[in-house]
């Protein structure tokens, strides 16, 4: 009968990991003790069965707790009575972390179909457990009298259970029920209903394919029954939304498995208590009305995650529930903005009196080849941490400007906010500040350092630079893309960092994309990127991919109209004006982006000439790919010497004339993906013999492309390079605020090797 002294790494403390720990050791008759130390939890146990301890606290570890290191040593027993929680032997205030929003626990599902119990129906019950929590906490230390759950008084019941120490419901701040908490109502015209004959309108509204606009944790849905086209379609004009997928809400695990092919992971991801929304492959022949996601071949599920949703999943096997917004700004988050913003979409509200803190989308994971991958952090996952490799001065990373989010560091501790969304317009730049106010006022921290993108025009760019602080760090792009996935793969460089993104302000001034950096965490070199083309109409030529089209077809041939006139003849009027920038340059800057090389062949292929929304014609381009059935060897060459220079005109003229010779878009658009994968494992192959380099970081926006990205890892396999990827972090721009950071903790401590 040993004695194991325990030492656990990661975030661990503040996340109720010594209480876990206190009744692990109980449940398995051990003695002995644990403790908060400054190099992580210690622990030590003497009992028989302490090896299963060991494995549950292995396995089963507390849901908010992230375990990074575990280190066992066996010592000799030395007789302990009974387990202690030892007090801490610090003296730096400890880092409380802010509880995440949690979907509603079982025991309370239990309940509330419980005709005996008193929650009975009670659209927001919740427990210790499970609940609100992000969402409505104005400040801390977490108690109910700095939530917005502070204006509702506790009735007696629900303070016994609050003060019983027996009792699920113990401490649980958002405690509620029927007779003390938030109500239930829908306002419909001039009329209002309340709780049960609230919910029962709504639902019947929405089957007669009506748009409802429901209040939930962080914000405001949309929401209509995903079944019915006409009403899918109806939501779509009203919301200004034409094409762009929109995620579905379904009533339990088999429906999300009838109507997608879920992954083991992926599965895993669904019904964990983070509730996202989940990418994965749509399955043929469901009931799901077709409009749903029209440009590609899958679509993003979610499970009910608070009690409304599992009341209102009752008569549905299927919601559409799309974040309520107005274009390009922030989500609706209060009642009275709702009926104002949303009149015009909504036939109908479905509210309550609980206020919302924090605005808070659903968080979005998609199926990778690698794994299941994040693609927007929001509810469940923020405010999320991440560990630092030491202790450093408070660094603000305020990040790029589209799919913002900031990162705030705290001693070792690096907090990535939630996702704030495009920063194109005042009311999202305010959402951006006051969440920053947010997260600072809660962790207690006031920045020393500031870092932000070198993009003169990024109003997240002026604001940083317009801060007081000790220093300031200006941070290229592309540099911070890579530096995000050295951070997550705790790597210090040199590697490779393939950066396959639209748009970053690059040191030249162009518009940097498709680059190869060779990368230390504090400093890159640029060793290659996509040859230029003009950005013909800067904007314009991002909304309209057929003028990337036009731009690369007019690289092709020396600025000839030939080529452009056969493939574009719609567009016949403008392309002299084109041809005239392209000449001179006017208004057109120059970029190696590869989202814009995508658009172009999208464009040449004739799959989207016109977009409506960021990415659409790489998104079709790709789906499209994945019908195709032959692959074409197209030629991609290197044409730099001292720098690896990919020249897309070669590719970009046979795919044209292939066209025109009636080959099928299709294919050509497989064999596009095809062509480009290998352009980069050549990039990757001859940085590896210049440098000596074998390993290679993965990041940019357009790694997103599945076809893309998994013949390109089959590749780099292949041919033996060591990959490192994001996980946790997104490939698009949600993930230059880590970037930012770790760039900046790399030269405050120039640690790199
Ligand atoms: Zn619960
Ligand atoms: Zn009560
Ligand atoms: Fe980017």
């Known amino acids: ?92 205030e400890p880092i409380t972390l802010i509880p995440p ?87 419909e015209g001039e009329a209002t209903l309340f709780d049960e004959e609230a919910l029962k309108r709504a639902k019947s509204l929405m089957k007669e394919g009506k748009i409802l606009a429901i209040k939930g944790l962080g914000g405001f849905h949309l929401a209509c029954d995903a079944t019915q086209e006409a009403a899918v379609l109806e939501l779509r004009k009203r919301k200004g939304r ?91 988050s209060s009642n009275e903005e709702a009926m104002e913003k949303l009149s015009g979409v909504a036939d109908a509200f479905l509210l309550n009196d609980r206020e919302i803190v924090q605005k808070l989308d659903d968080s979005v994971l998609a199926s990778f080849p690698q794994g299941i991958q994040v693609i927007r952090r929001a509810r469940g996952c923020a405010p999320s941490p991440f560990k630092l490799w030491g202790k450093f001065p408070s660094i603000l990373g305020v990040g790029a400007e589209m799919k ?47 870092a932000y993108d070198l993009h003169p025009q990024y109003l997240v760019s002026q604001y940083a630079q317009s801060l007081d602080a000790e220093m300031k760090i200006p941070v290229q792009h592309h540099h911070a893309h890579i530096a995000s996935v050295l951070f997550e793969n705790r790597d210090f460089g040199p590697v490779i960092g393939v950066s396959c993104d639209g748009t970053g302000y690059g040191e030249d001034g162009a518009i940097w994309g498709m680059e190869f950096l060779l990368s230390r965490l504090n400093s890159f070199e640029r060793f290659g990127h996509l040859e230029y083309v003009p950005l013909l109409g800067g904007e314009e030529a991002i909304r309209k991919p057929w003028r990337m089209g036009v731009s690369h077809l007019l690289n092709c041939e020396g600025g000839s109209l030939a080529l452009p006139r056969k493939v574009f003849p719609a567009f016949e ?60 060897p197209l030629n991609f060459p290197n044409k730099g010497e001292e720098k690896f220079i990919l020249d897309p005109s070669p590719l970009i003229r046979e795919i044209a004339y292939r066209k025109l010779k009636g080959e099928d878009p299709r294919d050509l658009a497989l064999s596009f993906h095809e062509a480009f994968a290998r352009g980069i494992l050549e990039a990757c192959s001859w940085g590896r013999e210049r440098f000596g380099v074998r390993k290679v970081a993965l990041s940019g926006g357009v790694f997103q492309n599945l076809l893309l990205l998994s013949r390109l890892l089959e590749m780099l396999k292949e041919n033996e390079f060591e990959v490192l990827l994001p996980k946790n972090i997104p490939f698009n721009d949600g993930s230059i605020s880590v970037g930012q950071v770790a760039i900046s903790c790399a030269k405050l401590e120039e640690k790199c090797v």
């Open 573 to 632: 009027r403008e392309l002299e004006v084109l041809q005239s920038q392209w000449r001179k340059s006017f208004g057109s800057p120059l970029t190696s982006s590869a989202g814009r090389l995508f658009d172009a062949v999208s464009a040449i292929l004739g799959f989207s000439g016109e977009i409506t929304y960021e990415g659409q014609a790489a998104i079709i381009l790709e789906r499209e790919g994945e019908f195709g059935k032959n692959v074409f």
């Open 404 to 450: 913002n989010t900031f990162s705030l560091t705290k001693r070792d501790y690096l907090f990535l906010s939630h996702h704030i969304g495009d920063l194109e317009n005042w009311e999202s730049f305010e959402h951006f500040l006051s969440s920053l106010e947010h997260l600072k006022k809660l962790y207690r921290v006031e920045p020393e350092v500031i």
């Open 1 to 92: 009968m040993g004695r194991f002294r325990i030492r656990v790494e990661g975030i661990v403390q503040g996340v109720g990991f010594r209480p876990f720990i206190h009744n692990l050791a109980l449940k398995y008759n051990l003695k002995g003790w644990v403790l908060n130390s400054p190099d992580g939890v210690l622990i030590e146990v003497e009992g028989e069965q302490a090896p299963c301890f060991l494995r549950e606290l292995k396995e089963d570890p507390p849901p908010l707790a992230v375990v990074e290191s575990l280190e066992v040593e066996e010592l000799e027993p030395v007789g302990y009575e009974g387990f202690q929680i030892r007090s801490s032997r610090t003296e730096e």
């Open 101 to 187: 929003d949690v979907a509603t626990c079982d025991d309370c599902l239990r309940e509330m179909r419980d005709p005996s119990d008193r929650r009975y129906r009670y659209p927001f019950l919740n427990c210790t457990n499970c609940g609100p929590r992000f969402t409505i906490i104005e400040s801390l230390p977490y108690d109910r009298s700095r939530t917005s759950m502070k204006r509702f008084s506790m009735c007696p019941d629900c303070q016994r259970e609050y003060r019983d120490l027996n009792d699920r419901r113990y401490h649980a701040q958002p405690v509620a029920c029927p007779k003390c908490g938030p109500r239930l109502f829908l306002k």
């Open 242 to 332: 034409p094409h762009k997928a929109l995620a579905i809400m379904v009533s339990d695990l088999e429906t999300a498995e009838r109507y997608s092919s879920l992954s083991p992971e992926g599965k895993k991801e669904l019904i964990s208590w983070r509730r996202p929304i989940v990418i994965s492959p749509k399955k043929e022949r469901t009931p799901l009305a077709p409009s749903l996601s029209p440009d590609n071949n899958r679509i993003g599920i979610m499970l009910p995650y608070t009690p409304l949703h599992h009341l209102l999943m009752e008569d549905f096997s299927a919601l559409v529930m799309t974040s309520a917004n107005e274009s390009g700004e922030p989500l609706v």
